[in-house]
Structures are given as structure tokens and as C-alpha cells.
């Protein structure tokens, strides 16, 4: 039994404490702000389950597999339909009634048509826009990719519960400053010692922990690792505005709107519960980009506002992610959407987090 330390309480976080204590290691996880699920979390306000920006999950991927696998009540996920997720300028991916162009457009997306309009709208609701990922296409197609009836907070919270009921010790406000000789420095003055980290602190965090450690290593690998960023105003409104649409992508502006009410009803059926993004933003003022695209999607949005979250840029995805074990013989494995996986975003956080776990053994 080992003494391991995972710095951040995101879903790599969750995901590697969940993994190595069932691994039979003594586990205690230390995130800096105080509440947990990082980037992948939501928080309830006026009645919305506010997310930082539309979050959808493949209810067959890693991430939701491990939730339920934890959960005694299951959780309830519907499908964003593609009969209801219009393509501006094309119509719908999957048109109802137009029996020729449904067969044209579900030839031209298996066959991988970089060119069609259709399968480019398929690959940026499955990634966003950030590398091309065959078994998130996959979930998109297949109707895999879903809203939960609880929002993000309540999946987390599964998590959480999960490792509160097996002991695990999740301290929150508790930032890690330095790590050295498997010892961790927290900024409030407190240091321990352990036999192994898991870092799941996202890439930045990492980067500023692991370049004391091995700067030389820390350049090579991260100099590669490409972040997309991105812009997302969520918004619940008492009106609705996407008349029932699932989703709205305009490629030209590399966004997306969607619309959670209309997915899962559960979430509200009074409005709606609109999530937009934009990626790969270049402008210094992405969120004006943002509104007038929804000024010219759903006009008159503003007047219907109950609640709003805004993100004016934040870390989407990554591409030339980097190795789990890099940093193995400083005892330090690595976790989180930037470290290399078959899968994407949240799916590679809880994959990424499972592989950290699973290897600590072998760096001891
Ligand atoms: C706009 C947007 C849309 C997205 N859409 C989807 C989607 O549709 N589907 C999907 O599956 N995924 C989506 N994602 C991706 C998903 O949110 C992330 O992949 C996932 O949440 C990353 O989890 P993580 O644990 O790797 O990192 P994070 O969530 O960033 O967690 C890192 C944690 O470490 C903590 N931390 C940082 N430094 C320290 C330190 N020094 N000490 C202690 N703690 C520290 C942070 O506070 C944070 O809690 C989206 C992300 C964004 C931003």
C-alpha cells in the first residue's frame, strides 16, 4: 500500500483517487478552490444547473461509465438528436421526411468527408472543434452523446460521495505550491511526505510544479502540447428560442448552441437552458463574438434572461497531449483531458486518471 497525493479534485482527480483506492493505496486529494469537479462541474442557480459552457457526455465513454458504476440511484441521460441539430445554411444533420438527403448526409459522415458540411458539424459537436477523435464521432453518430437530468454537479457529487463513503479525504482550499523528493508543499505553510503524486491539476498547474523538478523535460514536452481555447455564455431563459432545437452549429464561427431544456426536459420545461461556444478564438473580446452570433441565432435572447454564466476564455481541449508516466522516476504520474488517451475531454480525464492509478505500482 502506497501514501499517494492527487493535486486537483477534477474529474482526472476524482477519477485517479477512485482508481487507486480500490487499488488498495492510502489516498488523500488536495485541490485549491473550494468546491470540486474543475472545469467539468456545474453549479444550481435560479433552477439551472449553470455548466462552464455545454458539457455533453458519451454515456458509453469512461467518465459516465464510472458514475454510474458508482451510483445506487442511476443516472438519466437523453441523446442530443440529429434530427434536431441544424447545420446554419444546411439544415438539419439527419433531415426528417428527405429520406435522399438523410442517405447522402450519413454516407458523406461515415466516409469521413472532411469537405461536408455535415460531417464538419458531426466533428465539432463531438470535440468542440479540437482534434479529430474517431470514437467521439462515433458517440455523435450513435447517439451516444447526452445530457444528464442533474447537471454536471449532480454526476460530480456521485463521485464525490463515492470516495467520502470509502474514507478518502478530499481537502479543499488546499493549494499545492511545490513538490520535491516526494514531498508536497502547500501554500499555507504545510508540508508531508509521500510515496507517490498524482498530478491532475490541469496543464498549467502541472507545468509550474513540474518545472523546479525537470525544466529541461518540462520545455520539450510541453512546448508541443497545444491548448484550444474557448468562449461560452450560458444562459436560462424563460422563453424559447430554439423552437425545440437540440443544437445550432455555425461553422463559419466555429460555435455551437445548444439547448439542454430541449434535450432533457427535466431540466426545465418552462424555457430554456441555452449553453453557446465559440473555439479556437483569436479575438481579444470573444464574448461580443459570442452574443451577436446569438443575436443573429436566437434574437431577442436578452429580454428573456432568468440567469446567466459567462467564460471569456477558458481551456476546452488539447492536442499533442503528453505521456501519463513522463515524470515516473520523480515518482509523479500525470492525469487530466492534456495527457495522452484514446479518448477526449472529460472521458480522457477519467481515463487518464484511471491509467495514473493503475501505474503507481510500477513507479515505487
Ligand atoms: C467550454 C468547455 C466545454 C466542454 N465541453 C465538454 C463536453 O461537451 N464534453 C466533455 O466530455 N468535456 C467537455 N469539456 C472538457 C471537460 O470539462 C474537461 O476535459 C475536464 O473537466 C477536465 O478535467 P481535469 O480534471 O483534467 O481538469 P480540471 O477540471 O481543470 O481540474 C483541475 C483541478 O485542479 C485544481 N488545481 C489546479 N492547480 C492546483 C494546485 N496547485 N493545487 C491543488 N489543486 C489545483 C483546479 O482547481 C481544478 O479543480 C469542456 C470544457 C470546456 C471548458
Known sequence: ???????????????AAIHAVSGGHHVVVLE?????????????????????GPHLFDKA???????????????????????KTDVIG????????????AAQ???AIKQKRLANPYFQAVNFLANWGIDYNDYRIKSVVKSRLCASNEGWIGLIGRLGAALDEVGVLIETRCEVKAIDNQQVYLTDGRNFSCDAVILACGANGAKRI????????????????????????????SSKPMAGKHCIIDLEQNAALIDYAAIQPMLGNMGSHISAIVTGIEDDRPETQLESLLDRHIAGWKKHIITELRQSRIAVGYSNRIEFDTFGNH???????WVESDYALSDAAADTGKQAAHGINSIL
Open 1 to 15: 500500500m502506497a501514501r499517494v497525493v492527487v493535486v486537483g479534485a477534477g474529474i482526472a482527480g476524482l477519477s
Open 210 to 237: 513540474l518545472h523546479p523538478i525537470s525544466s529541461q523535460l518540462v520545455e520539450r514536452k510541453f512546448t508541443n502540447l497545444i491548448t484550444t481555447f474557448g468562449s461560452c455564455i450560458e444562459v436560462g431563459l
Open 105 to 107: 448526409n450519413k454516407r
Open 331 to 337: 515518482k509523479i504520474l500525470l492525469a487530466g483531458a
Open 61 to 83: 465513454g469512461p467518465f459516465f461509465r464510472m458514475c454510474k458504476k458508482l451510483s445506487r440511484v442511476k443516472p438519466v441521460a437523453k441523446s442530443i438528436r440529429l434530427d
Open 32 to 52: 485549491k478552490k473550494a468546491k470540486i469537479g474543475g472545469r467539468g462541474t456545474s453549479q444550481n442557480v435560479d433552477g439551472y444547473s449553470l455548466h462552464y
Open 90 to 101: 444546411y439544415g438539419p444533420i439527419r433531415p426528417v421526411g428527405n429520406i435522399k438527403q
